[in-house]
Structures are given as C-alpha cells and as structure tokens.
C-alpha cells in the first residue's frame, strides 16, 4: 500500500488550487466576488481531503514506531514476515501494510453486547499480515475498500452458528463482511501445508474487485487472457476427473473462484512443490504477486508453536 505516493498527490493539490484560482477568477469579474472565491476555496479543500486524506492520515501512522509487541507477534507467528531481513525495507514496508490495514478496516468480533466475541492482537495481526503477505510484491496496490470483516470463534455453518457439524472456516459474501473462524485463521499461520483461511479468503478479495468472481484477480495483465483460463479450465478438468497431481487440494476443483484461491494459498505456503508439479501455475501467480517464494530454500515439516 502507499504511504505518501508524492506525484499523485501534487496532481490533487494542482487540482485543488485550480479550483481555488479559478473561485478567485471569478469572483474579481462578478458583482458578488465573496460568494465566488469562497466557493473556489472549499470546493479546492474538499478536492484536497478527499483525495489525499487518507496519505496524510497514512504518512502520521507510520511515523509512530512499530508497537514492540506486535512485532513479537508477528516474530512468532507470521513465517513470511520472520524471513524478511531485520531492519530491512521490506520488513519496514511489511510493518506499515500492517498497521495501515489495521486502521483503515473494521474488524470486530461476532456476537451482541456481553457474548460479543472479543478479538485480540494475534488474531487482528494474523489476518493484516494476509494482506500484507499478498500484496507484498505490489507495493502500488491498494485494497479495495473492505467491508467489515467479522471474526468468529471456531468454525460455522451457513446460520452462523458454531455447531459441531459447522465445518465453514471463512467466507466471503459478495457485498458484505469477510467472516473468519478464529481458530481456523490460527491454524492456517501455524502450519504450511496448503490450508490458510486468512490467504484464501482475501484472494476471494482480489477476484472479486472487478466485478465478477471468476477466479481472475484483479489488475492481472494477464486477466482473460486465453492462457490463463486456458490453465484454469485445464486444471478444473484434471482435479475433477482425478487426474491432477496432489498438489492442490480438492476443493480446487469446486470452480473457477476456488481454484484461484486454493492456488494462492498453495502457491505462499507449498511454493516448491507448486513450482515442481506445475511450473505454468506457479509462473503466472509469480508474475501476478511479483514474488517468487519458491526461490528461497525450502523449509521441513510443519513448524509449531513458539
Ligand atoms: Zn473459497
């Protein structure tokens, strides 16, 4: 995300005093020249709060340090953030996407009043640390206005409701919250073995920033392009007669929005296997994500709790 992309803000603060320039314009050739300028004046400062706003809301976040504890956190639990180089641009980049998403989207936990979930640090850390692990090699990308994005304790089912059957660990409606089982989103951070909810459920985020979900992200050169739904359909076919390697877990066949966020989960957390099973794939992901995980060495076995 960007913090303070200064050409695109000198173009709103240009715009901004045109719109002044031209009340004051005005208001020297009318016969009522207050009301002109004035009207110049604010329309020029709502031009400039509404589109830069947010920069300088952004710029004053980063300039706090880093809260101590959260990079503990983030230490802990977050294998993508401990490999990036302390005291390292990237580290430092990873750091503001976090506390950025953290402050500009609403996420709270499920329930009224006295049953109402309370959601902790790790838990809203886990889920800023799955944009941030997405959008890691695009630093100019910014997340589509999120809606709300409500955290449950354990797993649910289509009512909502944690009942033993409940099996449902995330869910992105169309227009409306993000869900997440908090337990789930938990083991997904704890284990690299395909199954991360906190991934899965934002790269249904990126399919649908374009108005449809068709398992084509968002801003990718190569959306609709004939070798990408070449690969899909292709891979669809395969998982659903069989056919495919195990690389993918079934739920990949489901369609193509599935297949596109099962693909991203593989892809950040069985990057070498990924590459090794289907190069064509992995390179795609790879020039859509501008990161190549596979490119460092690969780690043995499920890493647990420290
Ligand atoms: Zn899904």
């Keep these: 995300m960007q913090v303070w992309p200064s050409a695109k803000i000198r173009v709103h603060l ?28 604010v329309l020029g400062a709502a031009w400039y709060l509404w589109m830069a706003g947010t920069y300088h809301k952004r710029r004053a976040l980063v300039a706090n340090p880093f809260p101590t504890h959260w990079r503990q ?24 996407d976090v506390r950025i998403f953290l402050a500009e989207q609403h996420i709270y936990g499920a329930g009224q009043g006295p ?10 850390l886990l889920i800023a640390s799955s944009a941030a692990i ?11 206005r999120m809606r709300d994005i409500v955290v449950h304790p354990r797993a649910f089912d289509e009512d909502y409701a944690s009942e033993d059957h409940a099996d449902i660990a995330g869910m992105v409606h169309y227009q409306g919250p993000i869900l997440y ?5 938990a083991l997904g951070f704890r284990r690299r073995d395909g ?15 374009d108005g449809h979900v068709d398992g084509v992200p968002v801003g990718a050169s190569w959306a609709s392009s004939a070798p990408w739904l070449e690969v899909v359909t292709d891979r669809l076919r395969k ?19 599935e297949f596109f966020a099962v693909a991203v989960e593989t892809f950040f957390e069985r990057p070498h296997k990924l590459r090794d099973d289907d190069p064509e794939l992995y ?14 060495p690969a780690r043995r076995g499920p890493r647990q709790f420290r």
Excluded at 134 to 144: I, T
């Design 115 to 124: 049953q109402q979930l309370e959601v902790e640090d790790e838990t809203r």
């Design 14 to 41: 240009g715009v901004a005093l045109s719109f002044a320039a031209l009340g004051l314009f005005g208001a020297v050739f009318s016969a009522w020249p207050w009301p002109g300028a004035l009207v110049g004046l």
């Design 181 to 185: 089982s908090k337990r789930d989103l």
């Design 134 to 144: 997405l959008g890691h090699g695009m630093p100019n990308f910014e997340w589509p």
């Design 195 to 209: 199954h991360n909810v906190g991934l899965h459920e934002l790269a249904h985020v990126l399919d649908m920033a």
């Design 283 to 296: 390179a795609m992901l790879r020039d859509y994500f501008g990161q190549d995980p596979a490119a460092t």
């Design 73 to 96: 956190i983030l230490e802990r639990r977050v294998d993508f953030y401990r490999q990036l180089p302390i005291d390292g641009e990237a580290r430092q980049r990873f750091e503001d």
């Design 239 to 257: 998982l659903r007669s069989h056919r495919y390697k195990k690389t993918l877990r079934d739920y990949a066949g489901t369609n193509e929005a």
